[in-house]
């Protein structure tokens, strides 16, 4: 298990990670979610040994405040691969094997695990040719073989897949959690891309200004944000505050408290002729599954809203209802519905 406790970083006494306490169990992979400035890399960098921290950074229990980076028996995968151009693909991934076991495995034994790395990332046959004939999605799975090869006790990944166009990360995100689980390989991620958090990751940690706002599996963390900043940021459309959301809270069935906040999903409020709520259309877009609407409603004022058939038009009135399990109340001690479904392959961005 890697041990996170009250770990510091400061760059000329300016606080780049401040007390950040996390634990990653064996087996898992952790998604360290953030904007840019946040410190998730600098917390990266600084379990790698790559930079000085205060507080305490363990392993299984041992203090690895005097350990180097190259014997804490990490690896690191960054968003570019930094493959070596010269080398084929099989001597990319053979190289970590070269360096770290000379004398160790016979040259067969070391062709024979890297096409077994290759299998594993999809890339059979592959071995001979130059990294600079792959697409840029093939070079990051060699990149991925490479990390895996000497079995790291932990792999640091960060942001694999941001080079990468939106439909390949996508993608290769999916590819990943298949390999980091069937590889059992602990893993520690940093991205910006909440879809790629939700699809690589058992748990998250979401970090705002050097600091962890929140931590847990995926599903507590998307059904319940700690607070309407990290709503917005998961990718919940929009947070209503006060009255707005007493209307919302109430027409979905959720408690209403003396400072009621909701967070809701573009697909929160769906066109229903018997529905609680009335509005007017303000704008509609037809998509391939549905229409996505703008709203002005009674008590609420603009917010998403979707059809299910039919396209109202701006001016139209229409009658809508809630869907609880699309609703999210930022900071509450408890979810604001029974839904059990999971972000990853349940319509989180809807």
Do not use: C
Not at 37 to 57: D, F, Y
């Amino acid at each position: 298990m890697l041990s996170l406790k009250d770990v510091s970083v400061a760059y000329d006494g300016v606080p780049a990670v401040t007390d950040v306490t996390l634990d990653l169990a064996d087996g898992q992979v952790l998604a360290l979610l953030g904007p840019s400035g946040s410190g998730k890399s600098t917390l990266l960098r600084a379990v790698a040994g790559l930079e000085p921290a205060e507080g305490a950074i363990s392993w299984d229990g041992r203090s690895l405040a005097h350990v180097p980076t190259h014997k804490r028996g990490f690896a690191l995968m960054f968003q570019d691969g930094q493959l070596f151009a010269h080398l084929s693909v099989a001597a990319n991934v053979a190289y970590p094997l070269k360096l770290r076991r000379a004398g160790r495995r016979s040259r067969a034994a070391r062709a024979s695990r890297v096409a077994e790395l290759l299998d594993l990332v999809g890339l059979g046959g592959y071995g001979s040719r130059l990294p600079g004939t792959l697409s840029g999605g093939e070079r990051q799975r060699v990149a991925l073989a490479r990390a895996l090869a000497v079995d790291p006790r932990l792999l640091l990944l960060d942001e694999p897949l941001s080079a990468l166009d939106a439909g390949l990360r996508e993608r290769l995100g999916a590819d990943l959690r298949r390999i980091l689980t069937e590889a059992g390989t602990t893993a520690l991620m940093v991205t910006h891309d909440q879809e790629e958090a939700f699809t690589v990751a058992d748990r998250l940690a979401v970090m705002r200004a050097g600091r962890v706002v929140q931590e847990g599996d995926l599903a507590q963390v998307w059904q319940h944000p700690a607070d309407p900043w990290t709503a917005l940021f998961l990718g919940y459309a929009r947070v209503l505050e006060g009255p707005a959301a007493a209307v919302v809270l109430q027409a979905a069935g959720l408690r209403v408290s003396d400072r009621p906040v909701v967070a809701v999903r573009r697909s929160a409020l769906v066109v229903d002729p018997s529905g609680p709520l009335r509005g007017s259309v303000v704008s509609a877009r037809a998509t391939p599954d549905q229409v996505r609407l703008v709203v002005a409603v009674e008590g609420v004022g603009e917010v998403d809203a979707v059809s299910p058939s039919g396209v109202p038009g701006p001016g139209e009135s229409v009658r809508l209802r809630v869907e609880p399990a699309r609703a999210a109340v930022p900071g509450a001690a408890e979810p604001a519905s029974n839904a059990t479904a999971g972000p990853r392959g349940a319509e989180r961005g809807d």
